[in-house]
Every structure is written in C-alpha cells, then in structure tokens.
T-cell receptor
Framework: KQEVTQIPAALSVPEGENLVLNCSFT??????LQWFRQDPGKGLTSLLL?????REQTSGRLNASLDKSSGRSTLYIAASQPGDSATYLC????????????FGQGTTLQVKP | SAVISQKPSRDICQRGTSLTIQCQVD?????MFWYRQQPGQSLTLIAT?????????ESGFVIDKFPISRPNLTFSTLTVSNMSPEDSSIYLC??????????FGSGTQLSVL
C-alpha cells in the first residue's frame, strides 16, 4: 500500500531564506508526483507536476525534484517571502487515473517578515 | 486550467441530518473527484464521479453514506448522509486537466454537532 510522508510537519523561517521541504513515498511505482499549496479557505493550488520519467520541474522560485528509485521528492523554495506561508502537500498518482492521488499530511510553512 | 465553484463554503449541521455539496466546473470534464480532509489529516479520495454511470467509491466509503450525482459534464453533487460528528471535515471536489494537473474547488468546511 502506497504511503506518503512529509517532513517536517511544520517549519518557521525568516524572510529571504532558501528552504527545502521533503516528501517520501513507499512504492516507487508511481505515475507522477505533484506538489500543492493549501491556503485556509481557498482549496488547493497545484504548484508543480513531475512525471515519473522526469527528474525535476521548475516554476519561478520553486524547484521540485524526484528520485523515484529512493522514493523521495523535494520542494526547494528560493528567497522565501511572507506570502509563501501556507501548507505544502505532496501527492503521488499510482495509475493513469490521474485524479486519484495519495497525499502526504503536509508541511505548514511560516515565513516571518 | 479549470475554475471550480463549490457550495456551500461552510455549514454547521445537526447530527442525523444530510448535507448536499455542489460543484460546478467552467468546462466539460469526463471525471470529477471528491476528496475529504479530516482535521489534521491528509486528503483522502472518496469517489470518482463519471457522467452517465454510477460513481466509483474508494475503500471505506459507501454509496449509502456518500451518494453522488453527475447529471452532466460540468456539475456534480456529493451528499453526506445521516451525519455524525466524525463527518466533520473539509470536502473538496476536483478535476484533472489536459496536462494531468489536478484542480480543486475551494472546499466545504462541515461541522456536525
């Protein structure tokens, strides 16, 4: 059974720091991996999607990497800003039914001005 | 991308009653997905709603408790029946776009007294 774990559960950093969020999954047979941002009362926003054949994806200050063989992904946030404060969720898809995701419990990030 | 409108945004309900959550998408989609996020937990898929056929439920979720309608390609409802305090959660609908990213509605915060 696929399980997704995110470490740390919470993180507080001063503005401007670069930071890394970690995600691990127990079964390397994934179809793709997505990172989401969750803001209270606003649902989830997809940040980056990495196909199983890819190693990384970048969008602005965000970079996500994928190491399928070790069952790990990282989300790197450069030059963090207070507006980055949110909960970040990692999720994997295990089949071509790409709406069926298995989520981690998330990392709650606070960026202090 | 997709714009998803979900109603109600929040509700407080009495034990034993039912609540129907509506989800409207701004484009036609084959499948819609209903997720639940219990307090402090990760998101869990309840069911996949297909237009023209019965919904497909995940392990631990049954149609009698969570009946789903899918009358057309842009709309779906999820009913939480005979509610108990354990049903207090955030319920979210979602769709997959052509690039396989998952888009979510803003969620329904349900509290059962």
């Amino acid at each position: 059974k696929q399980e997704v774990t995110q470490i740390p559960a919470a993180l507080s950093v001063p503005e401007g720091e670069n930071l890394v969020l970690n995600c691990s999954f127990t079964d390397s047979a994934i179809y793709n991996l997505q990172w989401f941002r969750q803001d209270p009362g606003k649902g989830l926003t997809s940040l980056l999607l990495i196909q199983s054949s890819q190693r990384e994806q970048t969008s602005g200050r965000l970079n996500a990497s994928l190491d399928k063989s070790s069952g790990r992904s990282t989300l790197y946030i450069a030059a963090s800003q207070p507006g980055d404060s949110a909960t970040y969720l990692c999720a994997v898809t295990i089949s071509s039914n790409t709406g069926k995701l298995i989520f981690g419990q998330g990392t709650t990030l606070q960026v202090k001005p | 991308s997709a714009v998803i409108s979900q109603k109600p945004s929040r509700d407080i309900c009495q034990r034993g009653t039912s609540l129907t959550i509506q989800c409207q998408v701004d484009s036609q989609v084959t499948m819609m997905f209903w997720y639940r996020q219990q307090p402090g937990q990760s998101l869990t898929l309840i069911a996949t709603a297909n237009q023209g056929s019965e919904a497909t439920y995940e392990s631990g979720f049954v149609i009698d408790k969570f009946p789903i309608s899918r009358p057309n390609l842009t709309f779906s409802t999820l009913t939480v029946s005979n509610m108990s305090p354990e049903d207090s959660s955030i319920y979210l609908c979602s769709v997959v776009t052509g690039n396989e990213k998952l888009f979510f509605g803003s969620g329904t915060q349900l509290s059962v007294l």
